[in-house]
């Protein structure tokens, strides 16, 4: 247990669950309390047991769990360290096994001058002792020379003639054995001093030029191309008995390098073989370097300094792939907009190099950070290859609702019986029929790039190809195209339809090829997109932005109806307040019936319904939201109108009993016919009975009065409006109907009786 878990333990945590003890503590200044554990002498369990004497088993719990949460906070924060300063340790490590072996060179070279002084000062003994008379002298020298070899001479000119031999028939085992053999012998001989001091430097010396000159040959070998790989892991592993590691290792990496370089052919990239130019050098450079890293863990094991050192060669060779095929494969289909080759090149290289992740390398997010410019591009290129069809077919469409053309799919790769059954129903106009079926095939490129995390950007430019082209639609509107042809309310109607199939169902259904469950074969089963969608919450905000967007072209729609019927062609309005105050002067009773201006607004409105129950069929909420959008337009404007209620509030003219009675028939005729539609909204009914309200306190204002005594019941309104309705579809029949009932007069009177 370190000092600061000690320390730790000693604080506010600890002295909070063991009682008295903690009391103590805490009138103790934080220096007294780490006395105790910077001693030498310092009782781990002792202390412990000391403190927890009084301590009952919860508490003990408690402290347990207190001290392997601390253990793993610990080693999370050693992992972020390492993590953090990874290319550090690196640099690290590979600068102390340098060193090491620097430090045994030089261990090597001082033991051979040490013996070196020692013989040259033995030498200048002998030459000093003095010499008595030449005839000594000669008779020592005679003796020295005809005298026999000792057998440790005799094993050392033997042993260098057979090493010699070993060197030269490059046996190296044998070699590596007898260079063992021969210093554990010169140990031996110095351990005893039953060698000369020159001997034994002459043995030293022999020694460390062959041992220097077999290293020369195993590093020669293991730098030719034509050496095997058998051949290679003997001579790294020949090296590093010889204690030159560091070196031996980089020989292997470099040995393999040269391999990899060696069996590339670089060839000018084409669609026709750029994918299968990819996968062959794909599956070339990441099997060299799996290979190399059983080669390293077969000689070196997982020693952290050699393991470090074949993660950095790794991802350098890793980098240098990547960035060859992204110059000779991606960077030109990637700005033809090829995101097909440019798809299965990435899904390949990524597929061999997960390979090697079970070798504990993890090199494909260099792949990822390399390859995503190039597939941002094309992706790019894509999308507006799109926006520009899509603007060119548009010109030319006829804006009519037909079925998918032959040979175009318009859900895609969709197999699922819910998707042919909606395949089957699809109408669309020419030019959204070519919209849908590029953004399907669109994501079905896409789709296999999901592991790049693509998704975000890829949906976000597909909402701006879709609003480019709900612009065109809403261009191709009466009053806000270029030429002067006008649109039926059929074909405007259908460009609706267009944006609504697309927003609602089609580019969401599209959408999900980008979500992993499609990549693993699990979305071919039938089930409902919504039910699908609701997984992801990336794809349901998409779909909610993509409705979103419709509501421009809908709000648009709608402001265009609205104007054609509250103006006229000359631009003069006719919905106004005369249309009320004229009615002050006459003294018959009118025949009671809706405004015409909200007699054409009924007869619009039910055109559009009927055209839009045959065109969105399934998609009712769509035309009821339609009408709602309308109605509410209509209705909106006629409460804004500053000029309108100026008149009414204001005069010349005041609203007289007739002018109020027809200003609320009027209103009721609207509730209720949008209530029958079920396109009456609650703020609409609201806005209604607000200016009902208004009306009525202008008309007391103006007049004096009480306005509730000359309107007839809620019940007569609602009753001439019914009629009304009937009789502008036909259906009115009014054999028995007594024609007094719809005067209002009668009903007050009516009700007056009664």
């Not at 600068?95 to 620097?102: A, Q, R, T, V, Y």
């Amino acid at each position: 247990m370190g000092s600061s878990e000690l320390s730790a333990l000693s604080g506010a945590s600890f002295s909070s669950s063991i009682g008295d003890s903690a009391e103590f503590d805490v009138e103790l200044t934080l220096n007294d309390r780490l006395k105790v554990f910077k001693t030498s002498q310092f009782d781990c369990k002792g202390y412990i047991t000391s403190k927890c004497r009084a301590t009952n088993e919860k508490e003990i719990r408690h402290l347990f769990a207190y001290l392997v949460d601390l253990k793993k906070a610990s080693a999370e924060e050693m992992r972020k360290s390492v993590y953090a300063n990874y290319s550090a340790f690196i640099r690290t490590s590979k600068e102390i096994s340098d060193l090491e072996g620097e430090l045994l060179s030089m261990r090597n070279l001082l033991s051979t001058q040490a013996a070196l002084v020692h013989g040259l000062a033995e030498g200048v003994g002998v030459d000093s002792l003095s010499a008595d008379s030449d005839s000594s002298t000669k008779e020592d020298t005679s003796d020295v020379t005809h005298r026999e070899p000792t057998d440790m001479e005799k094993w050392l000119i033997d042993f260098v003639e057979n090493l010699d031999v070993l060197l030269a028939e490059r046996r190296v085992d044998e070699s590596l054995t007898a260079l063992d053999e021969g210093e554990r012998t010169a140990q031996e001989a110095s351990n005893r001093q039953t060698l000369s001091p020159s001997v034994f430097l002459y043995l030293q010396a022999a020694i460390k030029e062959r041992r220097q000159k077999l290293a020369d040959q195993l590093a020669h070998v293991a730098c030719q191309t034509s050496t095997s790989g058998v051949e290679l892991r003997s001579t790294v592993q020949a090296l590093k008995k010889l204690g030159d590691g560091p070196h031996a290792h980089k020989l292997l990496l470099n040995s393999h390098h040269q391999n990899l370089v060696n069996n590339m052919r670089i060839r000018p990239s084409s669609t026709s073989y750029g994918g299968a130019f990819t996968a062959a050098l794909s599956h070339h450079v990441f099997s060299i370097i799996a290979q190399a890293a059983n080669d390293s863990l077969s000689v070196f094991g997982d020693e952290p300094a050699y393991a470090s050192e074949l993660v950095t060669w790794a991802v350098k060779e890793t980098k240098a792939f990547a960035l060859l095929v992204k110059r000779h494969v991606l960077a030109t289909s990637a700005a033809a907009g090829g995101l097909r080759l440019a798809a299965e090149c990435v899904q390949t290289c990524l597929g061999h190099c997960s390979l090697l992740e079970a070798r504990g390398l993890a090199l494909s997010p260099i792949l990822l950070k390399l390859f995503r410019p190039c597939i941002e591009e094309a992706l790019t290129t894509n999308l507006k290859r799109i926006e520009q069809s899509s603007s060119a077919l548009a010109v030319v469409d006829d804006w009519t609702l037909v079925l998918p053309p032959a040979g175009i799919r318009p859900l895609g790769a969709c197999t699922s019986s819910l998707g042919s059954a909606i395949a089957s129903q699809l109408k669309l106009s020419t030019s959204a029929h070519r919209f849908n079926s590029m953004v399907q095939e669109f994501f079905e490129e896409v789709g296999p790039l999901e592991s790049l995390q693509l998704g975000g950007s890829t949906l976000e430019g597909l909402l701006q190809v879709f609003n480019s082209y709900i612009n065109l639609l809403m261009h191709a509107l009466p009053g806000t195209m270029e030429t002067e042809d006008n649109l039926t309310e059929s074909q405007q109607l259908a460009l609706l339809a267009n944006a609504s199939m697309l927003a609602d169902e089609l580019l969401p259904r599209g959408a999900m090829k980008l979500s992993p469950l499609h990549q693993t074969g699990r979305m071919d089963t039938p089930g409902r997109v919504s039910d699908r969608q609701n997984r992801f919450p990336e794809h349901r905000e998409w779909k909610r932005k993509l409705q979103r967007a419709v509501d421009p072209l809908r709000d648009s729609f709608c402001r265009q109806h609205a104007l054609e019927l509250i103006f006229t062609e000359d631009g003069e309005i006719r919905l106004t307040a005369e249309i009320y105050t004229s009615m002050d002067g006459s003294t018959n009773e009118p025949e009671w019936f809706p405004s015409p201006i909200f007699q054409e607004f009924f007869a619009k409105l039910t055109q559009i319904a009927s055209i839009a129950t045959d065109m969105f069929v399934g998609r009712e909420r769509f035309a009821t939201v339609l009408l709602m959008r309308l109605t509410e337009t209509v209705i909106l404007w006629l409460s804004d109108d500053q000029s309108f209620w100026g008149e009414i509030e204001a005069g010349p003219k005041p609203l007289s009993t007739f002018g109020l009675q027809q200003f609320y028939l009027d209103m009721e005729f609207v509730i209720l016919f949008s209530s029958q539609g079920r396109y009456l909204s609650r703020h609409l009914h609201q806005v209604i009975k607000n200016i009902i309200a208004r009306a009525i306190d202008a008309f007391a204002a103006t007049t004096g009065t009480d306005p509730y005594s000359v309107l007839p019941e809620d019940r007569w309104f609602a009753e001439v409006a019914q009629i009304a309705m009937k009789m502008l579809t036909g259906e009115a029949n009014f054999g028995n109907v007594d024609h007094d009932a719809t005067s209002p007069t009668a009903s007050i009177f009516s009700h007056g009786s009664t």
